[in-house]
């Protein structure tokens, strides 16, 4: 819980996304800082988890972020990185053009596509396993087992 105090008081202070790297541990780095305008920086290179409530004292946006602060490196080792929006009043743009309804978790492929949309918390082992599933991950572990043995 003490992980996800900085991105409660990033929250209750205005800001859309998590609180600055020097505020989070060294380990807690998927939780990216400043307001993403767009989610074109990461095709390719990062899957976005965007965690959406209408207050960070929602208790499923709570109960997500604890979540993901427990198995941080089972999301590192996926390429994820972590944004929070708890400001609906601010019309970020992607929450306009994610359309959440009170608390949703959005999983964004590294191509760039909605692959999950839950309406409520979901386990980072629940997570993990629908990325396993993706066919770029698929390459991932087959490129990470040859480079292992060579």
């Known amino acids: ?34 307001d993403v305008e767009d989610l074109s920086q990461f095709v390719w290179e990062k899957r976005p988890i965007i965690v959406f ?13 604890e979540y993901l602060n427990a198995r941080v490196e089972d999301l590192e080792e996926r390429d994820v990185v ?4 708890t400001d609906p009043s601010v019309q970020s743009a992607l929450r306009t053009k994610l359309r959440p309804r009170g608390f949703m978790m959005v999983l964004i492929g590294k191509d760039g596509g909605v ?7 979901w ?20 490129e990470r087992r040859a480079n292992d043995d060579s």
């Open 53 to 65: 409530a209408d207050s960070p004292n929602d208790s499923s946006f709570s109960l997500q972020m």
């Open 82 to 85: 972590v944004l929070t929006d």
């Open 115 to 121: 692959k999950l949309r839950k309406p409520f918390p």
């Open 123 to 142: 386990d980072v082992r629940e997570i993990s396993r629908t990325i396993d599933k993706m066919p770029m991950r698929q390459r991932e572990i087959r």
């Open 1 to 34: 819980m003490k992980h996800v105090l900085p991105v409660v008081i990033a929250g209750l202070m205005g800001g859309s996304l998590a609180a600055a790297e020097g505020d989070i541990p060294p380990s807690a780095s998927i939780f990216l800082e400043g």
